[in-house]
C-alpha cells in the first residue's frame, strides 16, 4: 500500500449510503483501524481543517482543494491546465487536489481513475471512480461536485455522507505509475497528444472483432478515456452503429469514430460541453433526421446506448 494510504474505488456510488463518523480526531474508537472515512477533518466555512497529525501530503491535498471550493462546475474543466479560472468539473477537481499533493503528475478522466491502482481502502484519501463521476475521501470529509446546495454548483466539501461499496483500488506513487500491473492494462488515452487513431483502431478491431463498437468504446484496455456520454455522441458524430460488429467494420471506419470522440472531448475541454445529440434524448428527435432516438441497455455491464436507427444503420443488431 501507499505511504500515505491512498485509495481509489471502482463502484459505481450508490444512493443508498449511511453517514460515516466524523471530525473527532484521527483515533476511531476502540481498535477499530483509522480510514480515509473515519479520520476527522472539520469543516469550518466551507474548506477543510485538516485533523492532527495528519501527513504533510494530505495537508498540501486538503490545501488544493480549498482553493478550489467557490470555483463553478465547468465540464471538461482543469483538464487542460491545472489551473482553469473558468472552473473545474468532478475529475478535474479531484486531479488538482492530488497534484497539489504530489499525488498526481497528469491530468485524467474518472473514466481513467476508475483503472488506476490497486484494491485497498486508503487510509487518509480514498478516491471513488467510474466511468460517469469521480470525487474523494479525505480524513473523513468528501469533496465531490455533486450535492451542492440550491443556486450552487462545482466542487466542494460535503460532511461526510460516503457513498461506500464495490471493489476498492490503491493509488500508487507516481514513481510506481510506470511498473503498475493494472495501469500497464489501460490503453492508449484518447486525449493524448500522440495519439494515434489508425494505430488503436487496427489494434482494438484485432483484439475485440467479436464485440460490438459500443461495448469496445468502453473497454478501457482498448482506448483510455471514452466515457458512456462521448461512446453515443462520437458514434452519432461518425454515424456509425454502436451495435455494430468490429469485425464487419474496417480499420478507416474504426478510426473515423475514434476520431470523432477525440475531437469531441477535445472541444468539450475547450469550450464546455455542448447540448448531446443523443445522450439522454431518448423518445425526442434525431437533430439529422427527425427519427426519434432509440435507447437500450448494452453489454455485460448494461450500459445504456443512445443512437438513431435511422442514420445509424445497424438497428437490427440491438433488438
Not at 84 to 90: L, N, S, T
Not at 208 to 221: C, F, P, T, V
Not at 275 to 281: C, E, K, L, M
Amino acid at each position: 500500500m501507499a505511504t500515505l494510504g491512498v485509495a481509489a474505488a471502482l463502484s459505481a456510488p450508490r444512493a443508498a449510503a449511511e453517514a460515516v463518523p466524523w471530525g473527532y480526531s484521527c483515533a476511531p474508537p476502540g481498535e477499530a483501524p483509522r480510514t480515509s472515512e473515519t479520520c476527522g477533518a472539520t469543516l469550518v466555512d466551507g474548506r477543510a481543517v485538516p485533523p492532527p497529525g495528519a501527513p504533510a501530503r494530505v495537508r498540501a491535498v486538503i490545501a488544493a482543494a480549498n482553493r478550489l471550493v467557490h470555483k463553478p462546475y465547468v465540464w471538461g474543466g482543469g483538464h487542460l491546465v491545472w489551473w482553469d479560472r473558468r472552473g473545474y468539473d468532478c475529475s478535474g477537481a479531484v486531479g488538482y487536489a492530488l497534484h497539489g499533493g504530489g499525488m498526481l503528475g497528469t491530468t485524467m478522466v474518472s473514466g481513467q481513475l476508475a483503472y488506476w491502482g490497486l484494491r485497498g481502502l486508503g487510509r487518509w484519501i480514498t478516491v471513488y471512480a467510474n466511468a460517469e463521476h469521480v470525487y474523494m475521501v479525505v480524513a473523513g470529509l468528501r469533496f465531490d461536485t455533486r450535492d451542492d446546495p440550491p443556486g450552487v454548483s462545482g466542487p466542494r466539501w460535503h460532511p461526510a455522507r460516503v457513498e461506500v461499496g464495490g471493489p476498492t483500488l490503491r493509488v500508487v506513487s507516481e514513481a510506481a505509475l510506470r511498473s503498475d500491473p493494472t495501469l500497464a492494462r489501460l490503453g492508449p488515452d484518447v486525449l493524448a497528444p500522440d495519439f494515434d487513431s489508425a494505430r488503436v483502431a487496427a489494434h482494438t478491431r484485432g483484439a475485440a472483432g467479436d464485440r460490438s463498437l459500443g461495448e469496445a468504446l468502453l473497454d478501457q484496455r482498448l482506448v483510455a478515456g471514452i466515457g458512456n456520454i462521448f461512446k453515443g455522441e462520437a458514434c452519432f458524430a461518425a454515424a456509425a452503429s454502436p451495435w455494430e460488429f468490429l469485425a464487419a467494420m474496417s480499420e478507416e471506419r474504426l478510426a473515423e469514430v475514434l476520431e470523432a470522440a477525440r475531437r469531441l472531448m477535445l472541444e468539450s475541454v475547450e469550450r464546455g460541453r455542448p447540448d448531446p445529440a443523443v445522450y439522454r434524448r431518448a423518445g425526442r428527435p434525431c437533430p439529422r433526421c427527425g427519427t426519434p432516438i432509440a435507447a437500450r441497455g448494452q453489454g455485460d455491464a448494461n450500459r445504456r446506448t443512445y443512437w438513431c436507427p435511422c442514420c445509424q444503420a445497424g438497428e437490427s443488431r440491438a433488438k
